[in-house]
């Protein structure tokens, strides 16, 4: 069988503070272009996580390793096989991307030519010249990024890497991680914001209070998430619910104009018709309520720390 190029069994830990930040931790990802999203509300350990298995820090128990190798006491055999996004790396705003990012080739004693490809993957080829300073905040992210292909790895850890961006810089970052994954290269990315997961990765772990709570496919995760909702358009909402909650359904008033929602899988969805019917109201419309990994984390990580 293929080695993991993740494997990370029993990860704790905690902080002096008496925080358990990461409580009893395994994560498997086998190698190939995959993205694998990694995700979790603020707080949840996705940062302790990447820096245990970057070996920044040192987990309480558990083991971990990078491609069958033991990051605690073997980490330098291995690190020049991955590239890795914790926080954001100090550029010299007077220099620019390209003389930033050749310093960093001295020191990892790369080639020059692999800074083109990483400028050309992260399309900063056109911009490379001009000041790190004068770079947009989705630039200097990409710049970032660019710095861990450096090295050509085959793992990429990237922790919140459209953190802070704005909608554009966000697709930005989307299509790059999606590409760096059909790249042939193993992606790990955490992420807070569930869309980009779902837009982004093939695979997802969901974490929360530092405990794994969920993995699989997202096209899996999409469809645990294909809610037992119904949107039902009436002419009075008011009304609807009034009949509704009296016929026993569990029904949400929304901010939409004409709009209710009812708790009931699509199958029996007649029900809501009938209901109606019986007192003379007459929906216009129904349909299931949108599926997305957002409704599956927010029932997962119900109560269990800020979103
Ligand atoms: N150096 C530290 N000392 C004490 N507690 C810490 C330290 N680093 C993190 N923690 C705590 O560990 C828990 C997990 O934090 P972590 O930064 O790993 O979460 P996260 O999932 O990355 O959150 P975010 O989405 O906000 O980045 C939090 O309760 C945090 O306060
Ligand atoms: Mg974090």
């Known amino acids: 069988m293929q080695q993991p190029v993740i494997d990370v069994r029993g990860l704790r830990k905690d902080f002096r503070n008496g925080v358990a930040a990461i409580d009893g931790l395994d994560i498997q990802i086998e190698a190939g272009g995959r993205v694998h999203g990694f995700l979790g509300p603020n707080g949840a350990g996705k940062t302790t996580t990447i820096r245990c ?4 820090i040192r987990p309480s128990a558990g083991d971990v390793k990078l491609f069958g190798v033991d990051v605690a006491s073997n980490l330098p055999s291995i690190i020049g096989r991955i590239g890795a996004l914790v926080e954001t790396p100090k550029f010299f705003p007077n220099f620019s991307g390209r003389k930033n990012l050749q310093m960093l080739a001295d020191v990892v004693g790369v080639r020059s030519v692999a800074i083109d490809e990483a400028l050309d993957t992260v399309g900063l080829s056109d911009r ?3 000041k790190f300073g004068t770079y947009s905040l989705g630039m200097k992210q990409r710049l970032a990024i660019a710095a861990t292909l450096l090295k050509d790895p085959e793992l990429i850890i990237l922790d919140e890497p459209a953190n802070g961006l704005d909608p ?7 299509q790059l991680i999606r590409s760096l994954g059909s790249s042939g290269r193993t992606v790990f990315v955490s992420s807070h914001q569930l869309g980009e997961v779902q837009q982004t990765c093939d695979e997802v772990m969901i974490i929360s209070k530092g405990r794994l709570i969920r993995q ?9 998430g294909a809610s037992n909702k119904q949107i039902v358009t009436v002419r009075d909402p008011a009304q609807a619910i009034r009949i509704l909650n009296d016929a ?5 008033p929304v901010p939409e104009p004409e709009t209710v929602h009812v708790e009931i899988p699509a199958a029996r969805a007649d029900e809501i018709t009938k209901a109606l019917a019986a007192h003379q109201v007459f929906l216009s419309g129904m349909r299931p309520a ?4 957002e409704s599956v984390f927010l029932e997962l990580t119900e109560g269990q720390g800020e979103l």
Do not use: C, T
């Open 53 to 56: 298995l970057l070996g920044l």
């Open 216 to 224: 699989g496919p997202v096209s899996e995760m999409v469809s645990l």
């Open 128 to 130: 490379s010249g001009d």
């Open 168 to 174: 554009a810089g966000i697709v930005e970052i989307r």
């Open 248 to 252: 026993g359904f569990n029904v949400q």
């Open 290 to 293: 949108e599926a997305s990994l």
